[in-house]
């Protein structure tokens, strides 16, 4: 459990320091993600799904927790 808690709490600190260091940016990028067809979105989320669950399955293979 402390492991989804860490991991929600780094998504926030990123999420939020995007967010606050450049709000305008991130309008003009929800506006370029609202362009995209949502299949192309949805095939870009299960590549990022990806690409996580990958990572994590890396970082605990080599022992970071």
Known sequence: ?????LALGLVLVVEGLAFALAPSRMQDI???IAAIPPERR?????????LGVALVW?????GAF
């Open 42 to 50: 949805r095939l870009i989320g299960l590549v990022m799904l990806a």
């Open 1 to 5: 459990m402390s492991f989804v808690l």
């Open 30 to 32: 929800a506006a370029m």
């Open 58 to 62: 890396g970082a605990r293979r080599l």
